[in-house]
T-cell receptor, first 114, second 114 residues
Framework: AQSVAQPEDQVNVAEGNPLTVKCTYS??????LFWYVQYPNRGLQFLLK??????LVKGSYGFEAEFNKSQTSFHLKKPSALVSDSALYFC????????????FGKGTHLIIQP | DSGVTQTPKHLITATGQRVTLRCSPR?????VYWYQQSLDQGLQFLIQ???????AKGNILERFSAQQFPDLHSELNLSSLELGDSALYFC?????????????FGNGTRLTVT
């Protein structure tokens, strides 16, 4: 079975400060990891993914994520937060060798304060 | 715009009724996924189709069924509706079945069961 944990329901960051949204995962095989963002009344938008290779993955809108195999984590980061980054962020995992669909975490509300 | 179209946007119906949600995937995408999003359960994977065939099954109730047609659009049928079925239902599509392909989400159908 595969699972994802996002330990924080909400993260508050001042505009201009760095942000981190945490994610840990559990899979039997090799993890394929994704971050998505959801704005109000909209579907999820793909931000970035880790499949293999460099542990630091760069994505859309200046976001990046760091894969840490020993800690089974895939934290989302951005060096300088914008008010427009305020949204609901989902981490997701899929077992590279399995047949299951993508499993999402519960989501983290990111609030950037001006 | 993700290119995934879902209709209707909103649906209000009574308990015991049956509804059909429709999804048109992005042009060129062969895989369609259905997800249910609710406040208490988060995003739950329901089912995946690839080129007309069922590919993976998640937490889909027996009262729910889906299919993908030759033109690749998909329908999710929900029957004997209960209050707890009220949720946002998302369709997503991807090019193939590769586990590293990001999903592209529609804006969802909000189902309210009264």
């Amino acid at each position: 079975a595969q699972s994802v944990a996002q330990p924080e329901d909400q993260v508050n960051v001042a505009e201009g400060n760095p942000l981190t949204v945490k994610c840990t995962y559990s899979v039997s095989g090799n993890p394929y990891l994704f971050w998505y963002v959801q704005y109000p009344n909209r579907g999820l938008q793909f931000l970035l993914k880790y499949i293999t290779g460099d542990n630091l993955v760069k994505g859309s809108y200046g976001f990046e994520a760091e894969f840490n195999k020993s800690q089974t984590s895939f934290h989302l980061k951005k060096p300088s937060a914008l008010v427009s980054d305020s949204a609901l962020y989902f981490c997701a995992v899929r077992d590279g060798g399995g047949a299951d669909g993508l499993t999402f975490g519960k989501g983290t509300h990111l609030i950037i304060q001006p | 715009d993700s290119g995934v179209t879902q209709t209707p946007k909103h649906l209000i119906t009574a308990t015991g009724q049956r509804v059909t949600l429709r999804c048109s995937p992005r042009s060129g995408d062969l895989s369609v996924y259905w997800y249910q999003q609710s406040l208490d359960q988060g995003l739950q994977f329901l089912i995946q189709y690839y080129n007309g065939e069922e590919r993976a099954k998640g937490n889909i109730l027996e009262r729910f069924s889906a299919q993908q047609f030759p033109d690749l659009h998909s329908e999710l049928n929900l029957s004997s509706l209960e209050l707890g079925d009220s949720a946002l239902y998302f369709c997503a599509s991807s090019v193939g079945t590769e586990h590293n392909s990001p999903l592209h989400f529609g804006n969802g159908t909000r189902l309210t069961v009264t």
